[in-house]
């Protein structure tokens, strides 16, 4: 027997934006629903609940929300029973605003009270009442207060809501507390909270037992994670050593890193888990003294180098994916070109590259202009942009003729839109990824999903390396036969 909440079988469209963390939200809110009965639809006007999980990081992400929520004014009068939410870090932000500015939301709920989502559908559903639920602000309370009413949502996983079968992001960290002057996430996630090593440990098992390969742990300062159970206090590298001990999974990434807590710890349990990535993504937002102490950072351009420095000592083969802000209040073309220098000399693999989008509630909204005009900060980003992307297409260039191994992911986006096309014979194109994070494409059996394979490297772009799959012959009754095409 089914209870009544399992009964409901309404339909839900829902549009993620924002980082990994947002991702990972909307699988565990899309698992809930699921269990009581909701299945997913990617047509709004099929849709009688939908969800839009949001990101507050640059306005550009919020615009884009508020012109798809203005797209739906009209949309209740054809669906009178549809349940319309917000949620996430814009929810968080904006909270009654978002009802101001859309009138036609039901819900505005916080990243902090993702797990009260069904049932706040239902009961907007039922009584047709708004209802608005948010944590507090950081400065309405003490630490431990506002700490509590940012909740870490981690229930049990659904393996049917991965976006992969073999890949998952498992939440170490919620909240930031390094209050870097031009970003939002401290106010809309909340105080920086690290989960219990047990809890952490317990969901891998179960995601293992499901068949994941890949974990990804997640913290927008992942590696500020500290948690003292039993007495014992647990890093980030303690974690890792725990996990690595888990059967069935492969191998093991955590993002984002702060250059500040790269310790050495951390480098050498890298260094010495075999299963972990060689593959580190540590923001530097800029290479100039000036800006990093406008942004509130913590450290300097030579603190930065010396943590890389570090990193290469201890990690020959990793390799280093960076963020910059370019056009931040004040930035002059010499401090532009101190960033470019610092591209130049680390060589990062990739570089996420932002113009920076003025925040109300930041610091650097409050204190300083953002005086640095629009087409400037276009010009900056495209020199930037081709810089970064000069330097990843020669060090990819670098990998020609060898091989590398791949955990193998699943249809390349190519094959995935011939399919949307019709039928397809031949081949596949899959794609994976090497343990230092480079993209892969090669032809071969989609059920290689979920392995490791290895690759001869034939060829490359600025963000991908192209190959066949090595097959080797058996030796003398002896050696091991690789994944062959079937
Ligand atoms: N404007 C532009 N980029 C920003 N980021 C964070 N806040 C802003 C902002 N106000 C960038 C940083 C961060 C990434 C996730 O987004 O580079 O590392
Ligand atoms: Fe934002 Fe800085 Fe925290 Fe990163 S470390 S989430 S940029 S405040």
Do not use: W
Request: with cysteine.
């Amino acid at each position: 027997m089914t209870s009544m909440a399992n009964t409901h079988n309404g339909k839900l469209f829902i549009e993620t934006v924002g980082c990994q963390m947002n991702m990972l939200d909307s699988e565990l809110v899309v698992g809930a629903l699921r269990k009581q009965g909701y299945s997913l639809t990617d047509d709004p006007s099929d849709a009688d609940t939908i969800l839009f999980n949001t990101c507050s990081v640059r306005e550009h992400a919020e615009h884009k929300i508020y012109s798809a929520l203005g797209r739906l004014k009209y949309s209740k009068q054809a669906r009178p029973n549809q349940v319309i939410g917000v949620l996430g870090c814009m929810a968080q932000k904006d909270q009654a605003l978002v009802f101001q500015r859309a009138p036609h939301v039901d819900l505005v709920v916080g990243t902090g009270q993702l797990a009260e989502v069904p049932q706040l559908i239902e009961a907007a559903r039922s009584r047709r009442e708004r209802a608005l639920a948010v944590s507090l602000d950081r400065k309405e309370a003490g630490r431990a207060a506002v700490s509590d009413s940012f909740q870490s949502y981690d229930p049990l996983r659904e393996p049917a809501m991965r976006p992969s079968p073999h890949q998952a992001f498992v939440r170490i960290v919620i909240g930031c507390d390094k209050f870097c002057t031009y970003c939002v996430v401290p106010m809309t996630r909340g105080p920086e909270q690290s989960r219990p090593p047990r809890d952490i440990l317990q969901e891998v098992k179960v995601l293992a037992d499901q068949g994941v390969k890949e974990v990804t742990l997640l913290g927008q300062t992942v590696n500020s994670y500290k948690h003292t159970q039993d007495g014992k206090l647990f890093r980030l590298s303690d974690l890792l050593e725990h996990i690595h001990g888990v059967k069935g999974i492969l191998r093991l990434k955590f993002v984002t890193n702060f250059p500040k807590d790269m310790t050495d710890d951390l480098l050498q349990a890298v260094r010495d888990l075999p299963k972990c990535a060689q593959y580190l993504h540590v923001p530097a937002q800029s290479g100039c003294n000036e800006m990093l102490k406008r942004m509130k950072r913590g450290y300097t351009v030579e603190d930065y180098r010396e943590m890389f420095g570090r990193i290469r000592s201890t990690l020959p083969h990793a390799a280093v994916s960076s963020d910059f802000i370019v056009g931040f209040c004040g930035e002059t073309a010499e401090a532009h070109q101190k960033s470019l220098n610092l591209i130049s000399e680390c060589r990062f693999k990739n570089s996420f590259i932002f113009k920076y989008s003025p925040r109300p509630g930041t610091k650097a909204f409050e204190l300083y202009a953002d005086d640095v005009p629009e087409d400037v900060k276009k010009q900056r980003n495209n020199e930037m942009l081709l810089l970064q992307n000069q330097i990843s297409a020669e060090d990819n260039a670098g990998f020609i003729g060898d091989e590398v191994e791949v955990l193998v992911e699943g249809f390349s986006k190519v094959q995935l839109k011939k399919a949307d096309l019709g039928p397809v014979s031949g081949p596949s194109q899959l794609t994976g990824r090497t343990s230092c994070d480079r993209i892969v494409v090669f032809d071969g059996n989609p059920r290689l999903a979920g392995s490791l394979a290895s690759i001869e490297v034939d060829d490359v772009t600025p963000t991908t390396l192209i190959g066949h799959i090595v097959t080797r012959e058996v030796q003398h009754g002896s050696s091991v036969l690789l994944p062959i095409l079937a």
